[in-house]
């Protein structure tokens, strides 16, 4: 039996810090998964749904979510 992962769909509005790290990725290093997440539709925490953004929640069913 095969198993199949869907990979998560991201909003292209969702940023983190981690994107500004210049670095090769080093896999002996866990990922912090710190939760330092923000929307570029409002530059907070928030999306402009007033919800929390981050990589679990900012998703299809949101009505601001912009696929990657």
């Not at 210049?22 to 929307?39: A, H, L, Q, R, Y």
Request: charged share 30%; glycine share 8%.
């Amino acid at each position: 039996m095969e198993l199949t992962v869907k990979p998560q769909a991201l909003c292209a509005r969702l940023r983190w810090k981690g994107l500004y790290v210049d670095v090769e990725p080093d896999p002996s290093i866990p990922n912090p998964k710190d939760g330092f997440f923000w929307c570029t539709h409002t530059m907070s925490c928030l999306g402009p749904d007033g919800k929390v953004c981050d990589d679990g929640r900012c998703d299809p069913g949101r009505p601001c979510f912009e696929e990657l």
